[in-house]
């Protein structure tokens, strides 16, 4: 273990921890050479199940897009947050600032064929699915606008595209869990070899409904990656004053599961490789408990610090930050520049400003669109007596 000082993704002075080592595994001294990336053994713990590999292969190309990824999920949130708070955006609005490892991980060894389903933490999901939504679709719908990705109707906790076979953003706790048992159903039914990844939160996993979905998923071998974001927290209380037990990769007991840093976004590319693999070879679903943490409160409506410290928001921000931790091993691998990070930063920061004025700017949706993608379902009210029912 060794500690280094750099300077975090926004400036600050940042201690970061390092678990990991690597070796070289090329001869050109081109930039995009490969790089062979070992983890520490405490990375991963498993349930029923082996381990994915200790290592990964990985490049320049792939650790840059990475960074503009996750930097621009960090930048839409910050967006996000402050439009909020200047009453441009109403409602709820849940953010996923800390949690950024786990969606571009994961989303990078996903094909645009498998299915995706999430809770209402979903404008991240939007961008890493690269599926139409661009973060100016994305802002748009936190503002209510035509041009959202939802055509405003969907708004923070409803973001939706089928056509990439992104199934929300879903507002009830762990209801999309199930949702996801039934895509992962439909690619075995339909024998399309793809997989479905189903989020969630430690919150909703004490709910009922998960239980069913393992269950059924497991009697019938369904190709489902079932990934509980353990960000500590649920709605105002910490993980061990509302669960049993924390060890949420254990909580399937007959479904195998795998516990993963979700702090380091290449220790959750190789999870989930194992578990697609793992699915897709047919033994049926898996379990992914990513360790991360949230910035920020629950919700808008939850400042998230009468139950938890200021310092300890901060420590991990210091130690544990998932943008940080990247930036800190593309330069240990020099894989590029400070400079190079930089301007990838400042091109990241101007998309996100372009999005917001796009986003202020953007019409309202028109009054028919209340009519709009509505099922028209002919009324019937049924009497007592059938004979005195109304059918249209």
């Not at 953010?95 to 994961?106: D, H, I, K, M, R």
């Amino acid at each position: 273990m060794i500690t280094l000082t750099k300077k975090s993704v926004f400036g600050s002075l940042t201690k970061y921890k390092s678990n990991y080592s690597f070796r070289r595994s090329y001869t050109s001294k081109s930039k995009n050479k490969d790089v062979v990336v070992e983890f520490d053994p405490s990375t991963f713990k498993t349930h029923r199940c082996e381990a994915p590999k200790l290592s990964t292969t990985t490049n320049r190309e792939e650790l840059l897009g990475y960074y503009r990824e996750m930097n621009l999920m960090r930048r839409t949130g910050i967006a996000a947050d402050n439009m909020y708070k200047q009453k441009l955006i109403r409602g709820f609005l849940h953010l996923y600032n800390g949690q950024e490892a786990v969606a571009s991980g994961l989303e990078s060894v996903l094909t645009k064929e498998d299915s995706v389903v999430t809770a209402y933490r979903d404008h991240a999901f939007m961008l890493t699915r690269r599926c139409g939504g661009t973060v100016k679709e994305v802002l748009a719908e936190l503002l209510g606008k035509s041009t959202g990705c939802s055509k405003g109707k969907g708004g923070s906790m409803h973001m939706y595209k089928a056509s990439s076979n992104f199934y929300g953003g879903n507002g009830i706790v762990g209801a999309q869990v199930p949702l996801g048992a039934g895509l992962a159903f439909a690619h075995k039914y339909l024998n399309t070899g793809r997989v479905a990844f189903t989020y969630y939160g430690d919150g909703a996993a004490n709910q009922g409904q998960l239980n069913e979905a393992f269950n059924m998923s497991y009697l019938w071998k369904l190709p489902a990656i079932f990934i509980c974001e353990n960000n500590e927290y649920g709605m105002g209380t910490a993980v061990e004053r509302a669960s049993a037990t924390k060890e949420f990769y254990t909580r399937g007991d007959y479904v195998p599961g795998v516990w993963v840093d979700g702090m380091d976004v290449l220790a959750v590319k190789e999870c989930g490789k194992f578990a697609r693999d793992w699915a897709q070879s047919g033994k049926g679903p898996l379990i992914i408990e990513a360790k991360t943490y949230r910035y920020y409160g629950h919700s808008m409506s939850d400042p998230g610090t009468s139950y938890r410290s200021r310092t300890e928001i901060q420590e991990v921000r210091e130690t544990r930050d998932p943008i940080t931790r990247l930036k800190r091993r593309i330069l240990d691998l020099e894989m590029a520049t400070e400079e190079e990070l930089q301007q990838i930063e400042k091109e990241v920061k101007q998309e996100v400003d372009e999005a917001i004025q796009f986003a202020k700017s953007s019409p309202d949706p028109k009054p028919e669109e209340l009519y709009t993608d509505v099922y028209d379902v002919p009324t019937r009210i049924r009497a007592v007596e059938y004979s005195n029912s109304f059918i249209p």
